[in-house]
């Protein structure tokens, strides 16, 4: 006994999942055809001059090598001052809080900073780190304001770590006599770091694409500094603050694709290292 | 004994502390926001900050009304909620209910890459393609438009609706599929009449994730939508509340200085609505459960 659908549910089920395709179909075919634009009006523009010089009035050439330094720079000052930071509030959140008010608090702290756009950040940085610290458009300010846009992920990242370490293992470390810290030093930390791992890995990615927050706190500057020290007093642009400022102030897009398709590398790196690790992750355990 | 003990109060307060930077993170930002934001908007008056139509900030006798901003930000975010809904909604259904696994894994990197381009690179593309594109379709004199900013802002919101509401549509209980499915209802009709509305909370959550993003961005839609403080209107140059932020911070000073900083207050009130409806949103979509 065969039910034949009527016309109009027939049609109803052919036009949705014609829909459901074409709105997949223009999802995929938007990313790939990014990524083709992108790397074919960039690639061919990246020279070695460009990655190993700076930019020099004189000569109009245009080199991103201080432009590549700061944002090396900036994500290890970032990823310093945001490392343990991170990871503290995420062990005092699994291990050791007690009251849930503040457990409370702490998360809807988190979640907000999760949720400020950068240019708030950009804003809230260059009142509290360059004027009020006194630090001045530099680095270091950058990296402090960085630090705070990326610590909602190192705290996530490295809780939904903690939580897998087995309470088994707690117990056995308390049963052998150690004491809280013992055992987190030496159970709980080692048990969680690729946690932190991908956790960082997913900061850096934001840190490389980062650029409304550090116009104001790091700024545009692109002129070789000597020294990683010397580097943290002074302004810097990063890559994708280069980008902007190569593209919007000098009308230079052959520089802005080159350093488009050298962001969309490091992305493309990040993005499948992150995931790599999360299989290495699942298969653990 | 004693070190050990001394080791154990030291490191629980220092744990403590760590998680309390959070919070003071928090009010830190929210308490610069507010003393920065609020003597220019005292100073200008409430009504014609909030409401003058007309900003000249450089002007020798400056007006600052921020209507044309806000306005702007309300209409941009809304045109790519209404074009990026429908795309991210549906791409999500398709990766929850149609494909296959081997589809699906191959299919939400790509959804993750999309979420991890960086902002300047939307921009830089919109600049070069979108806003030529749009100059020659529709005859325009500039391509630097509101229109624009709402196309690569639908872009850019479309890996957040999808990777949430692709969550709450796989949260879906199979029972509520399995009996839909029993009273003889197709796929698509279970799908759009039994899926989709059980997975309503988590859905509007991606959107209103959406709708914070695209107001909160700067730089892409600086690139792209002109910069011009006019009044919203689809083919006109305008300035979205951060892009009004951006645009003069580098050279303002005095009272336009302050007024900027409120400008950035206001949108801050905005984020935070939109953060607290997000919160109960969430809350509510795994209470449920």
Redesign the interface.
């Known amino acids: 006994m065969t ?1 034949k ?1 009527s016309t109009k ?1 027939r049609m ?2 052919l036009a ?2 014609s ?6 179909g ?3 075919a ?2 790939i055809i ?2 083709l ?2 790397f074919y ?1 960039g690639l061919g523009t990246i020279t070695w001059e460009l990655l190993t010089t700076q930019r020099s009035a004189l000569r109009g050439t245009i080199g991103i090598l201080p432009n590549i330094l700061f944002t090396l720079y900036i994500i290890f000052t970032s990823m310093i001052i945001v490392l ?6 995420a ?3 699994t ?3 007690t009251s849930k008010k ?1 457990t409370h ?2 998360e ?6 999760a ?7 950009g ?2 940085g260059y ?2 780190f360059c004027l009020k610290m006194g630090i001045g458009t530099s680095i270091l300010a950058g990296a402090l304001t960085l630090a ?1 846009i990326i ?1 909602p992920t190192i ?1 996530r990242t490295t809780q939904e770590a903690l939580k897998t370490v087995p309470d088994s293992y707690r117990e056995a470390s308390v049963a052998l006599g150690s ?3 013992h055992t ?1 030093k030496t159970v709980i930390f080692p048990s969680s770091l690729d946690g932190v791992v991908s956790g960082s890995i997913l900061a850096v ?1 934001r840190i ?5 927050a550090l ?2 706190t790091a700024g545009t500057a692109y002129s070789l500094v000597s020294n990683y020290f010397d580097a943290l007093g002074t302004s810097g642009g990063t890559l ?2 280069a ?2 400022v190569y ?2 102030e000098h009308g230079r ?1 052959d520089v ?2 080159a350093i ?1 398709s050298i ?2 590398i490091i ?2 790196i ?2 499948v290292s992150a ?1 790599m690790i999360k299989k290495y992750l699942v298969y653990d355990r | 004994m004693k070190m050990k003990e001394a080791v154990e109060k030291i490191m629980s307060g220092f744990f403590f502390l760590c998680g309390a930077t959070t919070i003071i993170a928090v009010s830190a930002i929210s308490i610069y926001m507010v003393i920065s934001g609020i003597p220019a908007i005292i100073e200008i008056g409430v009504k014609e900050f909030l409401l003058g139509e007309v900003w000249k900030s450089t002007a020798a006798e400056p007006k600052f009304g921020i209507l044309p901003f806000i306005l702007t930000s309300v209409f941009g975010t809304f045109g790519a909620i209404l074009l990026g809904v429908p795309i991210g909604l549906m791409t999500a259904v398709f990766l929850s209910k149609l494909a296959n696994e081997k589809i699906a894994a191959s299919f939400r990197p790509t959804v993750e890459l999309l979420a991890g381009i960086p902002s300047v690179v939307y921009g830089l593309v919109g600049m070069i393609v979108l806003v030529p594109v749009i100059m020659n379709t529709f005859g325009l004199k500039n391509g630097t438009c509101l229109l624009a900013a709402i196309l690569v802002l639908a872009i850019m919101i479309l890996p957040s609706i999808i990777s949430v509401s692709e969550t709450a549509l796989n949260a879906v209980p199979k029972e509520y599929e399995e009996a839909s499915y029993a009273l003889g209802a197709t796929k698509m009709e279970t799908i759009f009449k039994v899926s989709i509305p059980s997975a309503k909370s988590g859905i509007v959550a991606g959107i209103v994730l959406g709708i914070g993003r695209a107001i909160g961005e700067a730089m892409a839609v600086m690139m792209v939508a002109g910069n011009v403080a006019n009044m919203p209107e689809l083919f006109k140059s305008v300035t979205f509340l951060t892009t009004a932020i951006t645009k003069e911070m580098a050279y303002a000073s005095g009272l336009q200085r302050e007024a900027l900083f409120s400008i950035a207050l206001v949108l801050f009130i905005f984020i935070m609505v939109i953060n607290g409806i997000l919160n109960v949103l969430l809350k509510k979509g795994s209470g449920s459960k």
Do not use: Q
């Open positions: 039910h659908l549910r109803y089920g949705l999942e829909a459901i395709y074409l709105c997949a223009i999802t995929a938007l990313l990014l990524i634009y992108i009006r343990p930071i991170g990871i503290g509030a062990v005092y959140l291990e050791y809080t503040l608090a702490i809807f702290a988190i979640e907000t900073l949720g400020i756009p950068s240019i708030i950040y804003l809230a009142l509290i705070l610590l705290v004491t809280k810290w987190i990615g490389v694409g980062e650029s409304a116009l104001f994708s603050v980008l902007y593209v919007s897009f802005g694709f488009a962001l969309m992305v493309l990040i993005n995931r």
